[in-house]
């Protein structure tokens, strides 16, 4: 199984500044066929269910807010909250969907500082 | 609007089977294209994709736990049910159905069901 490891396992930030997460999958989630990279972000609020974000590393599900992005290729990937909000205190988890079983990172709670 | 909901025990003795249910709305595991997997998250922990079935019967497992567990549906009442035997304690986890996309996103979850919330204990 490929492995998810998240960076940090935490991270507090100022409302208004920039929250980076990153990470890293044990093999590539590039798929040369099409040039993409098979890899997906959640957010997960307390007691609710995992909302997707992002998928094919950069695209940005229909309704998600523009000041949150991903980036990365390969084995490494970034998402980012340009200017964090109240309402994006959350876990957030990476997931990669290359090989079966798809894969989540162990999360990252993301507070405000 | 797609909705999802599961159901079951909140409760299972140890080497119990467990049998949760997820009702959904808003489209047809008959559909193509269409799928439902389970994926759980134990307390303060990490999600992991347990199983999936797909519009046209097609089933996967995860690897460690493919011994355990059984997927299957019901197209006229809009379920999915997922079967896992031999409950331990470290099964105890909030379980999740969510939808997956049409191929290639097929194990990209859109829309998920709140959880229901599974004990192991005697």
């Known amino acids: 199984d490929i492995v998810m490891t998240q960076s940090p396992d935490s991270l507090a930030v100022s409302l208004g500044e920039r929250a980076t997460i990153t990470c890293k999958s044990s093999?590539?989630?590039?798929?040369?066929?099409?040039?993409?990279?098979?890899l997906a972000w959640y957010q997960q609020k307390p007691g609710q269910p995992p909302k997707l974000l992002i998928y094919?590393?950069?695209t940005r599900e229909f309704g998600v807010p523009d000041r949150f992005s991903g980036s990365g290729s390969g084995t490494d990937f970034t998402l980012t909250i340009s200017s964090l909000q109240a309402e994006d205190v959350a876990a957030y988890y990476c997931?990669?969907?290359?090989?079966?079983?798809?894969?989540f990172g162990q999360g990252t709670k993301l507070e405000i500082k | 609007q797609v909705t999802l909901k599961e159901s079951g025990p909140a409760l299972v003795k140890p080497t119990q089977t467990l049998t949760l249910t997820c009702t959904f709305s808003?489209?047809?595991?008959?559909?193509?294209?269409?799928?439902v997997s389970w994926i759980r998250q134990p307390p303060g922990r990490a999600l992991e994709w347990l199983a999936r079935?797909?519009?046209?019967?097609?089933?996967y497992y995860n690897t460690s736990l493919k011994t355990r567990l059984t997927i299957s549906r019901d197209t006229s009442k809009n379920q999915v049910v997922l079967r896992m035997t031999n409950m331990r304690a470290v099964d105890t986890a909030t379980y999740y159905c969510?939808?997956?996309?049409?191929?290639?996103?097929?194990?990209?979850?859109?829309?998920w069901g709140q959880g229901t919330m599974v004990t192991v204990s005697s």
């Open positions: 969510a939808r997956g996309r049409s191929y290639p996103l097929e194990d990209v979850f859109d829309v």
């Open positions: 808003g489209f047809s595991l008959t559909t193509n294209g269409m799928r």
């Open positions: 079935i797909d519009w046209d019967e097609d089933k």
């Open positions: 093999q590539s989630l590039l798929y040369s066929s099409n040039n993409k990279n098979y």
């Open positions: 094919w590393a950069s």
């Open positions: 997931q990669q969907y290359h090989n079966k079983p798809p894969t």
